[in-house]
């Protein structure tokens, strides 16, 4: 129980750790203050505390498919929030408020999403004595563990330059965006909304969803070792798309930039 209990909670908080982390790291390169990530955590909290509290209501919805539904619910919001994020980034007139508004919004549902799951599991064994105190230990384990990988993230993006800094936090930032358009699709499909299809590959053999460096991979960039069609489809494009818009307004501030100095 407690080697269960460290993999789930590292599972779901190493999503929410590796965004809250980039996000943190382009406060740092941009000068804005950090008080937004409180106001996140605060509402993710509750907001987790709220789901888990409703969750059997929730789960008849639609058909008894409400939790699968209510859940890509939030990971297309999430794509949403950080796609308005990534145009808000390289708009020259976004305020620094409105930059740590859409910061805590993003925060606030990822921990939502992920703290619901670690709230319910660890509900399931509150009566239980004897289990409890390895249920408790593992998750501390596990928690531990995603913040140390956030928090050396955190401290690989802030030493490199601006220019860099700001490439390579765009490149995270589509990433993370493809991989929850990745887990919406595939939980949509769980609700029998859209078709199953067959896997395209599996590579379970090479690299197990279940091992550490799985869990990593999918957390970094929506690792699945046997993806289905609409899956991959959804990724690709939400990537591809995120990362040319982010290019074409890096481009256009450039060329203003070069106008203006001509001038």
Not at 19 to 37: D, E, T
Not at 131 to 141: E, F, H, M, T
Request: hydrophobic share 55%; charged share 10%; net charge negative.
């Amino acid at each position: 129980m407690l080697l269960t209990s460290v993999i789930l909670v590292l599972q779901e908080l190493l999503e929410a750790s590796l965004i809250i982390s980039v996000l943190l790291a382009f406060s740092f390169h941009q000068g804005i203050s950090k008080y937004w990530a409180i106001a996140g955590l605060g509402l993710g909290v509750a907001g987790a505390i709220l789901y888990a509290d409703q969750v059997e209501v929730i789960s008849e919805w639609f058909d008894y498919v409400g939790l699968e539904v209510t859940n890509a619910i939030i990971q297309f919001s999430l794509c949403i929030f950080l796609f308005v994020f990534i145009l808000a980034k390289t708009a020259r007139k976004t305020s620094t408020e409105h930059l740590k508004i859409l910061m805590s919004i993003i925060v606030a549902l990822a921990l939502t999403r992920e703290g619901f799951e670690i709230l319910l599991y660890e509900s399931g064994f509150s009566a239980d004595r004897e289990q409890w105190s390895p249920v408790l230990l593992g998750s501390a384990l596990g928690a531990g563990i995603g913040i140390s990988i956030g928090t050396l993230l955190y401290y690989g993006l802030i030493s490199l330059s601006p220019n860099i800094g700001d490439r390579v936090l765009t490149l995270l930032l589509a990433l993370f965006t493809g991989n929850m358009a990745a887990q919406g699709t595939l939980l949509l499909i769980q609700a029998d909304w859209l078709p199953a299809g067959a896997a395209l590959w599996n590579t379970n053999s090479l690299i197990p969803e279940s091992s550490l460096i799985g869990k990593l991979l999918y957390a970094l960039i929506g690792y699945e070792a046997s993806p289905a069609g609409l899956q991959v489809l959804a990724y690709g494009l939400i990537f591809c798309l995120m990362l040319a818009i982010s290019l074409w307004r890096q481009h256009l501030n450039t060329t203003k930039e070069s106008n203006h100095d001509i001038h």
